[in-house]
């Protein structure tokens, strides 16, 4: 009889202990609540007892918490229709007040991350959603934040993962992007243009100085072109070439304005008087009734001559008189 009164009493003590017992981890904090009121003492990480019936324990998590958040879909202030997609990450800093003051806490921050992320959405315009997200980021998390305290929890930090564009939007976006790069790239060449312009100019002001340097400079270029092999070369006249034969044009004009020089075959100006006196007759040929020695004349109309030209005598104008005196003479 008292061997098994002994053997009852060790059994009910066994259930008991075994009832009654716990394990809480390192990360977790234990709110023990006694006849449904909460104890101010947290149970630590380790072993301990409650009083089965009595007591329950509700354990909870200090660790850090990664809660993604749903897309979310509005309109920017610049009347831009986006989704934005966030996450979250929280920690329970008073595990009394998140058990207590909130029936689940992940919950209500969730629900808190999505109203709070389509609040910074209108609030926003499109050029800070895509470039300027740190911002953005601490404000949402303050956002949050501002609830979760009375809730024991703290926020970490809250990150925008990715902001989904209308399709229409990225096309337009794309245009304008390709836009400002073509304006860039003109300006850059515009801009190099003129540098090489004035390195141009002086360059030729240098080579007006030393004309064998223009030959020099064509003389590389041809080898530059040279050494490629797959086209036709067709040089141009050197440049002293050319200005010797401008030269050389413009010799002939200064000679023809000049008085020729006389030549040895002809007599360098013709008379310009009105008779021209014949060659000496001989004894034989002089006219009867003149006296001897006398030459014949033979008028000729007076004209002027140009230089180099010789007057033109005609025979058909002597006297015929004095053709037919000569011949009875003899």
């Known amino acids: 009889m008292v061997v098994d009164l002994v053997a009852a009493v060790l059994a009910f003590g066994a259930v008991y202990f075994l009832a009654g017992a716990r394990v809480v981890q390192q990360f977790e904090r234990g ?5 449904g009121h909460a104890q101010e003492r947290l149970r ?32 920017t202030r610049d009347n831009v229709t986006v989704r934005v997609d966030a996450v979250v990450y929280f920690k329970v ?8 003051n909130v029936e689940d806490y992940r919950f209500a921050v969730l629900q808190v991350a999505q109203t709070s992320l389509r609040s910074i959405i209108g609030k926003s315009d499109l050029d800070d959603l895509l470039s300027n997200r740190e911002k953005l980021n601490e404000g949402l998390a303050l956002m949050i934040d501002s609830p979760a305290l009375g809730w024991g929890i703290q926020i970490d930090r809250v990150e925008i993962k990715d902001v989904s564009l209308p399709e229409t939007m990225k096309r337009s976006m794309a245009r304008q992007a390709e836009a400002a790069r073509d304006r860039r790239a003109r300006v850059i060449n515009a801009d190099a243009e003129l540098q090489a312009s004035k390195k141009l100019a002086q360059a030729a002001a240098a080579m007006s100085h030393e004309p064998a340097a223009l030959q020099l400079r064509l003389l590389q270029t041809v080898t530059a072109v040279a050494a490629e092999k797959n086209s036709t070369l067709v040089l141009p006249f050197p440049v002293e070439l050319l200005r010797f034969l401008e030269r050389a044009a413009q010799n002939p004009q200064l000679t023809s304005a000049a008085p020729a020089a006389p030549t040895p075959e002809e007599p360098a100006s013709a008379p310009a008087a009105s008779s021209v006196v014949m060659p000496e007759p001989s004894t034989a040929n002089e006219i009867p009734g003149e006296p001897p020695g006398v030459e014949p004349s033979v008028d ?28 009875d003479g003899k």
């Open 300 to 327: 000729v109309p007076s004209t002027e001559l140009s230089d180099g030209e010789l007057p033109e005598v005609r025979l058909d104008e002597v006297e015929p008189g004095a053709g037919t005196a000569a011949e």
């Open 93 to 100: 800093i008073h595990p009394r007040d998140a058990i207590i």
């Open 31 to 35: 709110v023990l609540f006694r006849l």
């Open 44 to 75: 630590g990480p380790g072993f301990t007892m409650i009083v089965p019936i009595i007591d329950r324990l509700r354990k909870v998590n200090l660790q850090i918490v990664t809660m993604p958040i749903p897309a979310q879909e509005g309109i």
